[in-house]
């Protein structure tokens, strides 16, 4: 019989074992399928949201960040790789408020083409600008509405509440025991934040800040925003020698000494109001996470560093 040698023996061997394959991968009755599932993936926005997002699904996703760590979110621009991921993501998360400017169009394609969207600032207590709070402009009217929710613990526990009736929506997944775990550890972290803060006496809890960030912070635990650098919900906006005139009158009337400084914000401007109101400058992190990756750690270090800094102005 041809073939009958050892190597027509292998032959006939490596020949039944595709066929054994190809069955097994037919679906039918009693096959064995050798694929894998595709792990369901969660795109994110920025890496504050993305570090909770991650913690509150765990294991049951893949969750991608496509906005680089430290990167000012008003200002990045994504590459054609960041376009790609929301448009294969089973989930995108975005932060909204206009916060990812540059993302805006490249999302509502993706939610066009199916992908569900779920934004983080339709399920928070969302603050506006006020009189008040500084000169008006196209970023700045009363009434805006400010994006920087994450400087509130309570608002971020809002979010992840609300994040697991998308989670099962979009991937059938349920999220639900993992997203109570970690919105007790945001509840945990609210009251730790909050005891640090209000060490501070109520004299001395004026802020002045890069651009207007720290709005939900202040309100959560009665700060009062004395002003901003760039007066403007983005570091984007345009500063004023008039503006910079009004803002050291203000900070001397409140009795501010202490500017915080962020991404984005020119140094020499800072230290031109520095010079002339002898203020201290104090850098604060708030739109980047710290080297851990940890949304707590961020919220813990800022809450020090505002404590810390003005508990030694003596107000």
């Not at 041809?2 to 023996?9: Q, V």
């Not at 993302?103 to 207590?125: R, Y």
């Not at 109520?202 to 800040?209: K, Q």
Request: charge should be negative.
């Amino acid at each position: 019989m041809r073939g009958s040698g050892p190597a027509g023996i292998a032959v006939l061997a490596m020949g039944a074992l595709i066929v054994a394959l190809g069955l097994a991968g037919c679906g039918g009755p009693g096959s064995v399928t050798t694929a894998v599932p595709e792990t369901p993936r969660i795109v994110v926005t920025t890496p504050l949201l993305g570090s909770v997002v991650r913690e509150a699904v765990g294991d049951s996703a893949v969750v991608d960040v496509v906005m680089p760590n430290g990167a000012d979110p008003h200002e990045w621009h994504p590459s054609a790789t960041a376009v790609a991921a929301l448009h294969d993501a089973d989930l995108i998360v975005e932060n909204g408020l206009g916060l990812e400017s540059w993302l805006t169009e490249a999302i509502a394609q993706a939610k066009a083409d199916g992908v569900p969207v779920f934004t983080a600032t339709d399920h928070v207590d969302v603050l506006t600008v006020t009189e008040g709070m500084g000169p008006t402009d196209d970023d700045h009217a009363v009434g805006t509405a400010d994006p920087h929710f994450w400087t509130d613990p309570s608002q971020m526990r809002a979010v992840v509440l609300a994040l697991p009736a998308a989670v099962r929506a979009a991937m059938g997944l349920d999220v639900s025991a993992q997203a109570q775990a970690t919105a007790a550890d945001l509840a945990s972290l609210d009251t730790r934040t909050a005891t640090m803060l209000a060490s501070v006496p109520p004299a001395a809890r004026g802020i002045v800040t890069g651009h207007d960030s720290l709005g939900y912070l202040a309100r959560r635990n009665d700060y009062t925003l004395v002003g901003a650098v760039t007066p403007s919900l983005s570091s984007q906006g345009q500063v004023s020698a008039a503006h910079l005139a009004a803002l050291e009158a203000a900070m001397r009337t409140a009795g501010v000494r202490v500017i915080f400084t962020e991404t984005g914000t020119p140094r020499q401007v800072i230290t031109a109001i520095a010079d002339e109101t002898g203020a201290t400058v104090v850098d604060l992190g708030t739109e980047a996470l710290p080297p851990d990756g940890s949304y707590d750690t961020f919220m813990s270090e800022i809450a020090r560093r505002i404590a810390s800094a003005l508990g030694n102005t003596g107000g």
